[in-house]
């Protein structure tokens, strides 16, 4: 439902991670790096083919100039990427320049995109409704801004900081709120709840406190459509229809679950390749004002239209410049958050905008005011690579703006001479995304999510990007621009430390910043694997010493509580064990399976979560060995071995402590 969702990533994790976590689990965890994601993979394919030189002068943005360059373009990007369908709209000066399809609605039938029928779920930018609704009820004086939200709700959200949340904050995604991915998606016939339901059942726990930390929020979004409802005494959907879609005459778009029948039958097919062509179920999002629309390609052009014209027909002009202004600069000059929308700035070209995804469908919308031109693109498919969607419409918007707008290929970083022989070498180290659970099991995407930054002596910084390798060349004190791009990177420092860093196009809504010593992967990663090669190496030990026992006829050299606190000890280990290859299973089951992430699982969950007994267990069987070892005659080496095991333990119940594995909450 979001620009680079936990749909994809659990907070987003890509397949690469989720493999590297059962393989670092069966490995024992030996020595892994401290950033999972982070790990070298093969960089995806190009998703679009590579500009012929430097534009020296902007072609016409005229209909037949552009139809050509997408004809030219979609075809080769859906069979290099793997995508099944693509539609197409751009605007300029007010009215629909084009629309166009590619690929297939349904290749079963032969039914193919078309721009002006076919229904696509165009995701997060749904979003962009319910902020416009917003901001009609703001001019009626129906809510403000800058109130707690409590005084429109008919339920609570709890204190937890001095400052109360408000609409502001949830259109800037600076709530506070943790991620919630629990029923972000469900599978039909699964029933859609009631959207007040929703909102008072999957309320996340408060984190940080409002208008300090940007971190994209769903709940936030279904939180504000819910008071759309509470100010307007009107369901979601029906004030969306009545005063969105009925004054754009956006007859071709719905929020309503399941889709209405004389919408059904032009609606596109969910695919997860061109390469395999069964179609997926119509995707239901219980946080409907958040992600549940859909449309066409030339509706959405309608919608870019309107807010491209002064919010005409929907807005005054005034709170339409309200509405996309600047209005969270945490770290200049990276893009930030307007009121709902991003900035999405390219080549010095001024954009608003927003992109969305569900599971299936990836799409993105950029505005360029300056010029009154807007761009929409949306693909039917997930595509053969992780992050392959992203990536074509980051190229897309940006080859759109070199090709009509600027008239040039984006540009080197400029040569920059920083005072530092090193910039940046107070940078490297470990650091956690904003945007992530935090009390409960999906706080282990938090702590596998951490993101490792490099620093090497020309000062530049390596980090992971998108799934792949980046490399960021220093252009400016405190910002760097990725190599082969324009895209940036910038940090901020307190007391002298780093405090948060952010790259675009993620900027606007989730930065990092470094986690607590005590929740770091750079040190608790090494001596997790400590514990796990004692405790494995505890229990392979346990079965061959019998076994040599018994091949040379030697009697058991322990009796009494020595020999039961020795056995149990090794018991408690085993179950050690298991208890975390059984988080580790349903973490990435749950992680790979969006579907999965409901009430149904709620049993497994909640047995997970009362197997944690078995690491306390585990603690007093080893102390208990630890202490009849220590009273007994047992070697130097027998008693320095049984201190290493209720350490283990420990370390692994400070593992499962930091990473919400002993959480018992079903709210997630």
């Known amino acids: 439902m979001s620009h680079c969702p936990p749909v994809?990533?659990?907070?987003?994790?890509?397949?690469?991670k989720i493999r590297s976590l059962v393989a670092g689990l069966a490995l024992a965890m030996l020595w892994t790096a401290p950033s999972l994601p982070g790990a070298a993979q093969s960089e995806p394919v190009a998703a679009l083919p590579a500009t012929e030189g430097a534009q020296t002068s902007s072609p016409n943005l005229t209909r037949t100039d552009v139809d050509t360059w997408l004809d030219g373009l979609m075809p080769y990007a859906l069979e290099d990427g793997g995508f099944t369908g693509a539609v197409v709209a751009v605007v300029k000066d007010g009215e629909l320049l084009t629309s166009r399809g590619y690929g297939y609605a349904d290749p079963d039938t032969g039914r193919r995109m078309d721009g002006a029928a076919t229904l696509i779920r165009p995701g997060s930018?749904?979003?962009?409704?319910?902020?416009?609704?917003?901001?009609?009820?703001?001019?009626?004086?129906q809510v403000n801004l800058d109130?707690?939200?409590n005084q429109y709700l008919d339920f609570t959200i709890p204190d937890a900081f001095d400052e109360p949340i408000t609409l502001r904050h949830l259109m800037t995604h600076t709530s506070g709120f943790e991620e919630s991915v629990k029923d972000l998606i469900v599978r039909a016939p699964s029933p859609?709840?009631?959207l007040g339901d929703y909102v008072k059942t999957h309320l996340p726990e408060r984190v940080s406190a409002p208008g300090e930390v940007p971190a994209y929020s769903n709940y936030g979004t279904a939180l504000a459509g819910y008071i759309v409802e509470r100010a307007s005494g009107e369901r979601f959907d029906d004030y969306v229809e009545r005063h969105i879609f009925a004054p754009l005459e956006m007859q071709s778009s719905s929020f309503r679950q399941p889709l209405p029948a004389e919408l059904a039958d032009n609606m596109s097919g969910a695919f997860k390749t061109r390469d395999d062509n069964a179609s997926q179920p119509y995707e239901l999002i219980p946080a409907a004002p958040a992600g549940a629309l859909a449309s066409t390609a030339e509706d959405m052009a309608r919608f870019m239209i309107a807010h491209l014209n002064a919010g005409a027909g929907l807005l005054s002009p005034e709170t339409a410049n309200e509405m996309q202004a600047a209005a969270t600069p945490f770290l200049p000059p990276l893009n930030t958050m307007a009121l709902g929308f991003y900035q999405q700035d390219r080549l010095g070209v001024r954009a608003i905008g927003h992109g969305g995804d569900t599971v299936?469908?990836?799409?993105?919308?950029?505005?360029?005011?300056d010029h009154n031109v807007g761009l929409f693109i949306s693909v039917n498919s997930q595509g053969r690579r992780?992050?392959?969607?992203?990536l074509l419409r980051e190229q897309f918007a940006s080859r759109f703006v070199e090709r009509y707008l600027v008239g040039a290929a984006p540009k080197a970083a400029q040569p920059y001479q920083p005072e530092a022989d090193n910039p940046g070498r107070e940078i490297a180290g470990v650091y956690e995304v904003s945007r992530a659970s935090a009390t409960n099991f999906m706080a282990l995407g938090r702590y596998l999510g951490q993101a490792r930054i490099t620093v090497d002596a020309q000062g530049r910084l390596h980090t992971p990007f998108l799934g792949i390798p980046a490399i960021w060349q220093p252009i400016a004190p405190d910002v760097w621009q990725r190599a082969g791009s324009t895209q940036r990177l910038a940090v901020s420092y307190r007391d002298g430390k780093v405090h948060q860093w952010a790259y675009e196009p993620a900027s606007p809504f989730m930065v990092y910043s470094p986690p607590p010593w005590y929740r770091s992967s750079a040190l608790l990663n090494p001596l997790l694997a400590l514990a796990l090669l004692v405790s494995l190496a505890t229990?392979?030990?346990?079965?061959?010493?019998?076994?040599?026992?018994?091949?040379?006829?030697?009697?058991f050299p322990l009796t009494g509580h020595a020999a039961l606190s020795h056995r149990l000890a090794r018991i408690g280990l085993i179950f050690v064990l298991l208890f975390l290859m059984a988080w580790m299973g349903l973490f990435v089951t749950l992680a790979s399976d969006i579907g999965k992430l409901t009430a149904a699982s709620d049993g497994l969950i909640r047995f997970m979560q009362g197997a944690q007994i078995v690491l306390y267990g585990a603690m007093m069987a080893t102390v208990w060995n630890l202490v009849t070892t220590w009273s007994g005659r047992a070697s130097w080496p027998a008693r320095l071995w049984s201190v290493l095991l209720p350490l283990a333990v420990g370390i692994v119940i400070w593992f499962a402590a930091v990473t919400g594995l002993l959480s018992f909450s079903l709210t997630y």
Do not use: C, N
């Open 8 to 16: 994809q990533r659990v907070a987003v994790m890509t397949g690469s």
């Open 539 to 555: 229990v392979v030990a346990w079965p061959l010493a019998a076994f040599l026992r018994w091949r040379y006829q030697q009697p």
């Open 125 to 141: 930018i749904s979003k962009l409704f319910t902020w416009t609704a917003v901001m009609q009820l703001k001019e009626q004086g």
């Open 147 to 149: 109130t707690d939200i």
């Open 360 to 369: 299936y469908f990836h799409s993105d919308m950029s505005l360029f005011p």
């Open 386 to 390: 992780p992050a392959q969607s992203l």
């Open 192 to 194: 859609v709840p009631a």
